[in-house]
C-alpha cells in the first residue's frame, strides 16, 4: 500500500506541472498536438502521443491511460513472489504483478515450503532416508517411485524402471546408468559420405547410435568429394585412383580399360600382333596397329610398295615381286635373260639375276644381239649348273663371245648344220672345272669320213672326220687356263673368222679359258694360241 501511495504522490505532482492545453485555438479549430486521435481538452499529456485515456498503461513510469496514478495495472508488469525464507525462491500463492519489486519478493516461484530455506526447486536431496521433499518435486528422495530397486535420491530418472545407477547403457541417447554419461561406450563411429557413394572420409567421424544422415559406416573412401572414386570402382585409365587401392592406371592390376599395344621392332609405324601388350599409356617401341607381317624389317609393312626383296613387303599374303623388277635382286631371279627380256621388254644389257635350280647367280644378259635374251655364264659358275638345258628356252642355239687384245668383243651364234638339225645343241657340264657346247652327239661325230661342223653366225663351218674322233664341241673352262694345244686348225680359225662385231660389253671377268675339238684330223685348239694368229684371248659363253 505504500508502495501504491508513493506512485499516486508523484503522479499528482507530475500532472500538476503539465499545461492544460484549450481545446479550441484562436481560429476555432480543435487542438489535437501529439496527434494521438484524443484533443488537448481530453488529454493529460498532449505532448506525447502515448499517454491518452484509454492507452495501454505500461511500467515506463508514465501516467499512460491518464487515469491519474503512472504505472499500475501495467500490462507489462512483471510477477513477483513473496519470499519468506530468503532462499531465492517465493511462494507461488503470493504473487503478484507490478512494473517494480515489492520489498520481500523475488521474480523465481516454486516453493513448496517458503517458511524453511532447506525447501525449494534444486535443492539436494542427497539422504535416502529422509522422507521430505526438499526440492519440491513432489517426491522426496527416500522413495522408489518406479520400482527399480534405487532410491530417488539416487535414481536419475525415478519415473522409469530401465534409468537407474548400474543398469545397462543402451543407445539411445539417454543417461541409462545415471552415471552423467549418455550412450558411453555404446555408439558406432560413422564417417561423413559427402559424395553419397557409401563410402565416408576417415578424417570427418562422428559417434551416434544410427547411422545419420550423409555419413557412412566405412572410412576408406579416398575422395570423397567424387562419387566415381571409392573401394570397388571400376579403376580407368584417367590418372585418379578409382578404386582406392593407393595405384593408378598401368601401375593398378586391375585397370580396366587399357589399350592394347603392339611391338614396333622396325620402327615402320605397323605392330607384330604377336607380341601384343595392354597399358593404359602407349609403351616405348609400341604402335596401336598389329598388322605387320614381318616386324624385322622396315620396308614391310601394309601398303609398301613391293619390291624385289623375297618378301611380301605389301603384307598381302603374297610375295608378289613386281614385273619390272625381275631379275634385278636375287630374291627376284629370273629364269634366264630370255624370261626377262619377256618380261621386260626394254630391259638393257647387263647384269642380272637369275634363279637356276634354286640356286641364285649373277648372269650378264645381252638384250641386243641376235634378238638378244642371251644368259652369259660367268666361269665361276661352271661346274655348279647341273642340267644347264633346264635353264635354256631353246635348245638349238647357244652363243659364245671373243675378245681381243685390244678389249674388242664379238659374238658368235651357234647352230647344227642343216644336215644334223634333228639333233640339239648340247650345253651340259662336263666336270667341275669345264662345260661344253656339244654340236652333234658323240656316236655320230664318231663316224669317220662324215663331213660334220657348225654354222656360226649363219656360215657353216665344216671338215672331214679323217679318224673317227668323236670331238665336235667347245669347251669352256673355269678355272682358267688347263693345259695349252699350240695349233691353230681349220674350225678354230673359220670360227674366229666368223665372228660379228658387238655393241655391248660383256664384263672381262666372265671371259675364260676356252678350247675347241673338232674330230681328231688337225682342228684342235686353245685360247692361249690365239693371240699368235689374231691378237684373240678367250671368250665367254651363253645360252638362250
Not at 492545453?21 to 484533443?39: H, I, K, L, Q, R
Not at 508514465?62 to 519468506?84: R, S
Not at 567421424?205 to 570423397?224: I, W
Request: hydrophobic letters at 30%; charged letters at 25%; aromatic letters at 8%.
Amino acid at each position: 500500500m505504500r508502495v501504491l501511495l508513493t506512485l499516486m504522490a508523484l503522479s499528482a505532482c507530475r500532472n500538476k506541472d503539465i499545461v492544460q492545453e484549450t481545446a479550441v485555438d484562436d481560429t476555432g479549430t480543435v487542438v489535437d498536438e501529439d496527434g494521438d486521435g484524443v484533443p488537448a481538452a481530453d488529454d493529460c499529456d498532449d505532448t506525447n502521443a502515448a499517454m491518452f485515456p484509454g492507452a495501454d498503461e505500461v511500467c515506463d513510469g508514465l501516467d499512460n491511460d491518464c487515469d491519474g496514478v503512472a504505472d499500475v495495472g501495467a500490462v507489462d508488469a512483471p510477477t513477483w513472489y513473496a519470499d519468506a525464507d530468503a532462499d531465492g525462491y517465493g511462494d507461488d500463492s503470493t504473487a503478484v504483478a507490478q512494473c517494480g519489486a515489492p520489498e520481500g519478493h523475488v521474480a523465481q516461484g516454486g516453493d513448496c515450503d517458503d517458511g524453511d530455506a532447506a525447501y525449494h526447486p534444486g535443492a539436494p536431496e542427497d539422504d535416502c532416508t529422509d522422507p521430505n521433499d526438499y526440492n519440491c518435486d513432489g517426491s522426496a528422495g527416500a522413495v522408489d517411485a518406479d520400482g527399480d530397486g534405487h532410491w530417488a535420491c539416487q535414481d536419475c530418472d525415478d519415473a522409469d524402471g530401465a534409468i537407474h545407477p548400474g543398469a545397462t547403457e543402451s543407445c539411445d541417447y539417454v543417461d541409462n546408468d545415471c552415471d552423467a554419461d549418455v550412450d558411453e561406450g555404446v555408439t558406432v563411429t560413422y564417417y561423413q559420405d559427402t559424395d553419397a557413394d557409401g563410402f565416408g572420409d576417415v578424417d570427418y567421424p562422428v559417434d551416434d547410435c544410427s547411422l545419420p544422415t550423409g555419413y557412412s559406416a566405412t572410412d576408406d573412401d579416398c575422395d570423397d568429394a567424387d562419387a566415381a572414386v571409392h573401394p570397388g570402382a571400376t579403376e580407368l585409365c584417367n590418372g585418379v585412383d578409382d578404386d582406392c587401392d593407393a595405384a593408378i592406371d598401368d601401375d593398378d592390376d586391375d585397370v580396366s580399360d587399357p589399350s592394347t599395344w603392339y611391338a614396333d621392332a622396325d620402327a615402320d609405324g605397323y605392330g607384330d600382333a604377336n607380341a601384343a601388350r595392354t597399358a593404359c599409356l602407349q609403351p616405348s617401341g609400341t604402335v596401336s596397329d598389329s598388322t605387320d607381317c614381318d616386324d624385322t624389317h622396315a620396308t614391310v609393312y601394309p601398303g609398301a610398295t613391293e619390291t624385289c626383296s623375297g618378301l611380301d613387303d605389301d603384307c598381302d599374303g603374297t610375295v608378289d615381286e613386281p614385273a619390272d623388277l625381275l631379275g634385278s635382286d636375287a630374291a627376284c631371279g629370273a629364269v634366264n635373260c630370255n624370261d626377262i627380256l619377256a618380261t621386260r621388254t626394254s630391259a638393257p644389257d647387263g647384269e642380272y639375276w637369275v634363279d637356276f635350280n634354286s640356286t641364285p647367280m649373277q648372269v650378264y644378259c645381252d638384250m641386243t644381239n641376235a634378238g638378244g635374251g642371251w644368259t652369259v655364264i660367268h666361269p665361276d659358275n661352271i661346274g655348279s649348273l647341273g642340267a644347264l638345258d633346264a635353264m635354256r628356252d631353246e635348245l638349238d642355239v647357244a652363243m659364245a663371245y671373243l675378245r681381243d687384245t685390244s678389249g674388242n668383243q664379238y659374238y658368235t651364234e651357234l647352230e647344227q648344220l642343216a644336215d644334223y638339225s634333228s639333233y640339239d645343241v648340247d650345253v651340259s657340264d662336263y666336270d667341275s672345272d669345264r662345260m661344253r657346247i656339244t654340236f652333234i652327239p658323240r656316236a655320230v661325230a664318231s663316224v669317220g669320213g662324215a663331213t660334220q661342223g657348225m654354222r656360226s653366225n649363219g656360215q657353216d663351218l665344216t671338215f672331214v672326220n679323217c679318224d673317227g674322233n668323236g670331238n665336235s664341241y667347245i669347251e669352256f673352262w673355269r678355272t682358267g687356263q688347263s693345259y695349252t694345244w699350240n695349233q691353230d686348225y681349220t674350225m678354230s680359225i673359220l670360227w674366229r673368222d666368223s665372228k660379228t662385231g658387238s655393241s655391248i660389253s660383256v664384263p672381262t671377268d666372265y671371259f675364260t679359258f676356252t678350247a675347241i675339238h673338232f674330230g681328231g684330223c688337225g682342228t684342235h685348239s686353245t685360247s692361249p694360241y690365239w693371240v699368235n694368229y689374231d691378237n684373240m684371248l678367250d671368250a665367254a659363253i651363253a645360252v638362250r
